[in-house]
C-alpha cells in the first residue's frame, strides 16, 4: 500500500515502514518533564550545524512531540506541524528541505495504520519513561498489595488466631475476597472469606481421599 505523504512528494509504501512500538493507550499524563541529555544534545550535528532557528523549531516540536497520540510522534502532515510549530507554513517547508532543518532524523512510521513521524532519540527517552512508570506501579501494587494483606490478617486473628498464621490461607482468603468484588472489607466480608477457605479445605481433603 501507497500513501502521498505532504512532506514527501513521492507516495510513501506504508509495506516498508517500521512499525511504532508504542500505541495510543501508551501515555505519560503525569509527567510534565522530559528528560534531555544535555551533553548529546551540545555535541550533536543538529546543535553544531543547524541554524539557530531550525534548532528552535526542532526542540519545539520534540515538546510537541511528548503531547500527541501516539505519545513521541508528529503528524506527517506540513499544514499541522506548521500550526504545532507556529510557523508559516511555506517557511516551514523551506526550513525542513535544509540539511539540518527542524525535521532532522525525522522519520515516517506506521502508527495503527496511520502515518506518522518518529525520532530515536525521542522514542528511547519515552520507551525509558514509560518502562520507569511501569517499575514503579509494579512496586506500588506489591506494596499496596502487602499493606492490604497484614490488614487482612489482623482481622481474621479477630476470629481464629491460628488461622491468621496461615500464609496460604491469608493469600487465598485476599484473592477470593478481590474474585468476590469486595471494595470493603467488613466483618461479613471477612467471615464469608474464612467460610470460603474453610470449604475449600474441605473440598481438598475430599479430593485427596478419592484418589488414595
Known sequence: MTMT???RPRPVDTD???EYPLTRSDRLDSHYFMIWERRRWLNSEMRLKGTPECRAIYFDLINVAFDQSPIGTLPDDIELLSKLALVERGHLQALC???YGPLHRWEPCLCEAEVRLMHPMVLSTISEAIS???DNRARND???AKKRRQRLRSAVAGYHPDLAKNDAAILWMDEWLDREGC???AASWIERAISGWSD???A???GRRVNE
Do not use: D, Q, W
Request: net charge positive.
Open 204 to 206: 481438598l481433603t475430599r
Open 200 to 202: 475449600h479445605m474441605l
Open 183 to 185: 471494595e470493603y472489607r
Open 16 to 18: 516498508t515502514l517500521p
Open 142 to 144: 506489591a506494596a499496596n
Open 97 to 99: 528541505a535544509m540539511p
Open 132 to 134: 520507569r512508570k511501569a
Open 5 to 7: 505523504s505532504p512532506l
